[in-house]
């Protein structure tokens, strides 16, 4: 088995290409020791001691290096521990119930949007669907739509993107920007 290395936009996290399916369906975020006692891969990666964050993607994981970290020395050790659970086929969950592949519910509400707004809403959700997610995932990271109110979109940005030095860019001048001009009620884009 042969696991890729791509770098991302930040430079304290690397996406690692197992080349093989990392999660059926949706994402998972770690960004604590204590998130990651229900993935024994997530676990493992934190038990380094230099690792801040974890994200699996649907065919990547990304890993977050602490402050002051030196790659070179990080970058085998989190090769050989995705090498060991792929290899192994070993479970991504405890307990290997379907559960594991959810979001967890308090990372998943919205805002509770206006019902008045559905239209406008379910615009915004296809356009960050088809068209910004597959960007996102890209840098090795992904985005949650967290509501809209008043002509703001509230945003989450997950994995590789969060904490990244460009991730208000991102936001700012690209998201912001594409919704603006698909869907005229936007106003602006805001991080949640």
Request: a negative charge; glycine letters at 10%; aromatic letters at 8%.
């Amino acid at each position: 088995m042969f696991i890729e290395t791509e770098t991302t936009p930040n430079p304290s996290t690397l996406k690692f290409l197992p080349g093989q399916a990392v999660m059926p369906s949706g994402t998972r975020d770690f960004a604590s020791p204590e998130d990651a006692e229900v993935s024994p891969l997530a676990n493992a990666l934190f038990e380094t001691g230099e690792v801040t964050g974890v994200f699996f993607g649907s065919d990547f994981v990304s890993v977050t290096a602490a402050p002051g970290v030196d790659w070179s020395s990080l970058k085998p050790q989190v090769v050989l521990i995705l090498l060991d659970h792929f290899v192994s086929q070993a479970p991504l969950f405890t307990g290997g119930d379907a559960s594991g592949f959810s979001v967890p519910a308090d990372e998943d509400e919205d805002m509770g949007d206006d019902p008045a707004d559905a239209d406008i809403v379910s615009q915004i959700k296809d356009l960050l669907e088809t068209r910004i997610r597959p960007a996102v995932a890209g840098d090795g990271g992904d985005i949650r739509y967290r509501g809209f109110r008043g002509g703001v979109v509230y945003l989450t940005m997950q994995g590789a993107c969060a904490g990244c030095p460009s991730s208000t860019a991102t936001l700012k001048q690209g998201i912001e920007g594409l919704l603006k001009h698909y869907v005229p009620e936007v106003s602006e884009v805001r991080a949640a």
